[in-house]
């Protein structure tokens, strides 16, 4: 009984489903009609809340599978601008986790500064001219073999100066406040030879200050001028003045002439302009005893006037010796210190001193030394080591 009577019943719903769908029915197929906008909310879904404030969004829970109502909240995971350390100044104008924001300055342009704001950059440049026109030129030292100025305008207000790079056997440390060129060649060179003077006693000097094959190195002296004394440092030479010139007569002369037949001993020029001290020694002697030596002087400009003073010695006692004070000219035929008394013997040198003094003008000319023999056909000499200086 009760079997039958759920049958019933489950044949009842189904002849009132079939009744409902064939009355919707339009030929063989069924029609669907789309539910209306009007009025209708997000909550007629089943499985979203309703009642959603302004400003608020769904958002999806995964743990019921369900759309809520949510405030869009604010990103925590900001982080901070940072700025390398130190600067002058930061970009940044305000950096806080606190707020998640992060805010930069502006960038404006100063005196003398342009800002080109470009697509992908920013471009800073400076608007200054130089109009510098104080620049000094750099000058290089004359004379030197090169200089380390490259460019040197006042033109461009620019000065560039030259690398320096080492050659061979230069080595260049480029230090904080110098640059130290020194070689780099080191001196392996043992066949030194000691320098030999080529006078070794004691009376006598050498330039040589240190000389050794130990050290394969040789010094030498320099030169200094005493008193009277002149240096001229030539190229290939150092010549040897003396202020007021010693001059000597290195060979022996010899006449047996008398008379007017004068024998030149000295020529002795003259500065212009000047008033001329010439001093000095004859040193003669005679083969013949009683036979003397006679000297004499002149002029070669007459309008250069002077006189020449001689003192002969008579003999080797403690006779007074002759003086002689002649006038100077230029008269061919001289007259000399007619000396004709000698009690020397024979060869034995004795010493005739003299004195001239010429006054010159312009053109100085000569003074002319001579000497001949007391008698003719007997032999007097000059000796060598005669001598004169002069001044100026």
């Known amino acids: 009984m009760i079997k039958t009577s759920t049958l019933a019943v489950i044949l009842g719903v189904m002849v009132l489903s079939v009744l409902v769908f ?3 029915a339009d030929g063989a197929g069924l029609v669907w009609r ?4 009007l009025n209708s909310l997000v909550s007629d879904l089943g499985d979203v809340a309703g009642g959603c ?4 969004t769904l958002s999806f829970q995964s743990s019921n599978s369900t759309f809520i109502c949510s405030t869009a909240g604010v ?10 350390s130190p600067s002058n100044a930061t970009l940044v104008a305000d950096n806080t986790t606190s707020t998640n924001n992060v805010r930069m300055k502006n960038i404006s342009a100063g005196t003398g500064i342009q800002i080109d704001n470009g697509t992908n950059s920013v471009i800073i440049k400076s608007t200054v001219t130089d109009t510098d ?3 000094t030129v750099l000058s290089s030292i004359s004379n030197t073999n090169a200089t380390l100025i490259a460019d040197n305008s006042t033109s461009t207000n620019n000065v560039r100066l030259k690398g320096i790079s080492a050659g061979t056997g230069i080595q260049i440390d480029n230090g904080t406040n110098s640059v130290i060129i020194k070689s780099t060649i080191v001196d392996t060179d043992t066949g030194f030879t000691t320098i030999a003077s080529e006078i070794a006693t004691s009376n006598n000097a050498t330039l040589v200050a240190n000389n050794s094959t130990v050290t394969n190195r040789a010094s030498i002296k320099t030169l200094s001028a005493g008193a009277g004394i002149t240096l001229t440092n030539n190229t290939g030479s150092v010549q040897i003045n ?3 010139p010693y001059y000597t007569l290195d060979t022996d002369m010899s006449v047996t002439t008398s008379g007017s037949a004068l024998t030149q001993i000295f020529r002795v020029p003259l500065s212009a302009d000047k008033a001329n001290f010439i001093s000095g020694t004859i040193l003669t002697t005679t083969q013949i005893i009683g036979i003397g030596t006679q000297v004499t002087a002149n002029i070669t400009q007459a309008t250069s006037t002077g006189t020449c003073w001689f003192l002969t010695p008579t003999t080797t006692g403690t006779t007074i010796p002759t003086t002689d004070i002649m006038a100077l000219n230029t008269t061919s035929s001289l007259t000399d210190t007619a000396e ?3 009690g020397f013997d024979a060869n034995v040198v004795k010493g005739i001193q003299f004195q001239c003094s010429v006054s010159t ?3 100085a000319g000569d003074l002319r030394l001579f000497f001949q023999s007391e008698t003719e056909g007997s032999t007097v000499t000059i000796k060598n080591g005669t001598y004169y200086i002069k001044s100026p």
């Open 242 to 244: 003396a202020t007021n």
């Open 75 to 84: 990103d925590t995971d900001t982080t901070n601008v940072s700025t390398i």
């Open 22 to 24: 064939a009355d919707e």
């Open 340 to 342: 004709t008394t000698s």
């Open 361 to 363: 003008g312009s053109t």
């Open 34 to 37: 789309a539910v209306s906008k």
């Open 53 to 56: 404030s302004n400003g608020q």
């Open 133 to 135: 026109t104080n620049t």
